[in-house]
């Protein structure tokens, strides 16, 4: 059921337009994510759906009685409640009914009644209809979930930090069980096990979520569309944050060749337009005239493909290569005044490896990082090996010096460069002209980001340790830093939580703990396999041996049916084949190849065709596939 719609949206600040002619509909328990670039009106359209702005053109309607709750990305929330009182709140019509049942149950107590006994039945049915024997483990669960620490939940909201405000705002949004959930950046503030666990609870999650996120592995998890802002128009996907890009690829393909293909088209029409000139007989003019008349009609409808939001590009090149041994610690350790942090640390890091360090928020892994780079003191051996020079990204930004500008940081930094490099090297990374000379203050988070990033490719490093690189950069430039990396002919070694650049890039993960160090080999998929204990149900014995004769049986069984579906798939194929050399043969014809419109028809129909047979010969390799399995095992 369709319970949001939005028609012919514009918005202006000013004489700028931020969004232009926006249509879209949201249905009844979709998980939509919002993609775009920081400016695109990602926020702006949030503000427009749950009232606090106005369209200047369009409206968005909803259904009656519609509950709509949003959490801004940057919200100034505090209170003089405890954490866990302040996230009980959302219960408060419960808290309220609990207390009228103590109060009668007082009453009866110094007089009973019928009629009070009545009373207080009925009220505690209500009660317990609404939930009221749950919302406190409801709440306290929550909280855990998105992270806080047993003794947390007591302290007072003025003691805790900002991201710890904003997460028990997120908790009285989740617990509100509003139609429609409005999510500007959630996982902000998560670490990777509080993300995890959000993304469970979104997904079954009964109302709408509409969620503005950078977070690829958590879009793939739970949206199941995908609405992208770019240049001021909003275009709907179906599918996840993977299957968005596939089609976003497929229609700008698609749009790059039915352009390419009117435009030649004009050209050749232009060209027998002068030659009937040329020949300036009556009907020479009046072909010519017929053919501009196509031409016309072809120019009305040509669309050229829109330019790309203008984004980062760059590479990291090492001066020259380390030796093999790149990093070895062994029995590493770091206390604070007696107090340990961690101990048992081993690491052996290889030329060309790309390792990642994850852990547990506070567990250490800045604090392992600084001992690396020699800024911090520890107990053990570290030891960096021959030709190694170690680039660092600190993701407190803490090296950059607010009252420098852009172009100075560099300067300062790599003095052995002339000023044409460094603006060159600023340009790739989007700054040009008088934004090189821009102060660092003045700067938002992405901006500072790219500054080092920039600094960091002029290095000549042949080691990066990268502290949570991607924070603060919008998916584009998160995947242009993918890209360098992957083609960095260095040593990796990185602290990240953003699990989709952990599965594009990692090699093998250290896990890091209060007691040391487990190394796992793969991405964040394998990871997540081997680090996660396996829950198995008690099964009596004689229940968990397989009847062998039945499995064989079904193994057989399944086995012709892949087999016949793979020949009827064979026979599509042909048929769509020998359909696909007709109309091959169709453009040849010297009648269809004068006619446009008839080309642009046969083009249509040969593109759905292309499509559809590559559709079945991918079910045809994942029956092969299968195929070949099942004869393994049989």
């Avoid at 302290?155 to 509100?176: E, I, K, N, W, Y």
């Avoid at 088209?265 to 501009?292: C, D, F, M, P, Y």
């Avoid at 990093?327 to 081993?346: H, K, M, Y």
């Avoid at 099964?539 to 057989?556: C, D, F, L, S, V």
Wanted: proline content about 3%; hydrophobic content about 35%; aromatic content about 8%.
């Amino acid at each position: 059921m369709t319970i949001l719609t939005a028609s012919g949206i514009e918005k202006f600040y000013g004489i700028q337009s931020v969004l232009r002619d926006v249509r879209f509909s949201v249905e009844e328990g979709d998980k939509i994510g919002i993609l775009g670039v920081n400016g695109a009106g990602k926020t702006t359209l949030f503000k427009l759906i749950c009232g606090e702005e106005e369209p200047d053109q369009g409206q968005v309607q909803k259904s009656r009685n519609l509950q709509i709750a949003y959490m801004e990305q940057y919200a100034e929330y505090t209170s003089e409640k405890t954490v866990l009182q302040e996230a009980t709140q959302v219960f408060s019509h419960l808290m309220e009914q609990e207390r009228q049942l103590d109060h009668l149950q007082e009453q009866l107590a110094e007089q009973p009644s019928e009629e009070l006994a009545r009373k207080f039945h009925d009220a505690n049915e209500r009660f317990i209809d609404a939930g009221g024997l749950t919302y406190k483990s409801r709440v306290h669960s929550t909280l855990i979930g998105l992270g806080f620490l047993e003794e947390e939940l007591h302290l007072p909201m003025d003691a805790v930090s900002g991201g710890q405000r904003t997460r028990v705002l997120l908790a009285r949004l989740l617990l509100g069980q509003a139609d429609i959930l409005l999510l500007d950046e959630p996982t902000n503030h998560l670490d990777m096990q509080a993300i995890a666990w959000l993304e469970d609870f979104l997904a079954n999650y009964r109302g709408t979520v509409l969620v503005i996120s950078h977070d690829r592995y958590f879009l793939d998890r739970i949206t199941n569309r995908i609405f992208e802002v770019e240049n001021g128009k909003l275009t709907a996907y179906k599918g996840n944050y993977s299957a968005y890009v596939r089609q976003k690829e497929e229609i700008r393909a698609a749009k790059a060749k039915e352009y390419e293909i009117k435009t030649k088209e004009i050209h050749r029409l232009e060209g027998i337009i002068e030659k009937q000139k040329q020949w300036n007989r009556e009907k020479n003019l009046v072909t010519a005239r017929s053919k501009q008349k196509i031409i016309d009609r072809i120019a009305a409808t040509l669309d050229a493909p829109e330019k790309e939001p203008e984004n980062i590009h760059f590479h990291f090149s090492p001066a020259k290569p380390s030796g093999n041994d790149v990093l070895s610690a062994r029995d590493v350790s770091v206390a604070f005044e007696g107090i340990p942090l961690f101990q048992n640390v081993n690491l052996d890091i290889k030329r060309g490896e790309k390792v990642f360090l994850l852990g547990d928020n506070g567990c250490g892994k800045t604090t392992l990082f600084r001992a690396v780079l020699g800024q911090q003191a520890a107990a053990g051996e570290i030891r960096l090996g021959s030709n190694v020079k170690v680039g660092y990204y600190d993701q407190a930004q803490s090296d950059l010096s607010p009252d420098k500008t852009v172009l100075e940081t560099l300067s300062d930094a790599l003095p052995q460069l002339d000023l044409g490099i460094l603006r060159n090297a600023l340009a790739a990374f989007l700054f040009r002209g008088d934004d090189v000379e821009k102060k660092i203050a003045s700067l938002s988070g992405g901006e500072k980001a790219r500054v080092t990033l920039a600094r960091l490719m002029l290095s000549d490093a042949n080691f990066l340790l990268l502290d949570e690189p991607t924070n603060h950069l919008d998916i584009a430039s998160k995947e242009a830093l993918e890209k360098a990396l992957l083609e960095y002919d260095g040593t990796l070694f990185i602290i990240s939580h953003d699990r989709y650049f952990i599965n594009t890039l990692a090699t093998q993960i250290y896990r890091l703990t209060a007691d040391g160090t487990e190394k796992f080999g793969g991405d964040y998929q394998y990871f997540l396999e081997k680090s996660l204990p396996l829950r198995r149900e008690e099964t009596p014995e004689k229940e968990q041996k397989p009847n062998a004769y039945q499995i064989k049986k079904e193994q057989a069984s399944r086995v012709r049916r892949l087999q016949g579906q793979i020949s009827r798939l064979e026979k599509e194929i042909e048929d769509q084949e020998s359909a696909m050399a007709a109309l091959q043969e169709k453009l040849s014809l010297p009648e269809i190849a004068a006619d446009y419109e008839k080309i642009e028809e046969i083009s249509r129909e040969l593109e759905k065709l292309e499509e559809k047979t590559a559709g079945l010969y991918e079910k045809w390799e994942e029956c092969s596939e299968e195929l070949a399995e099942q004869g393994d095992i049989i």
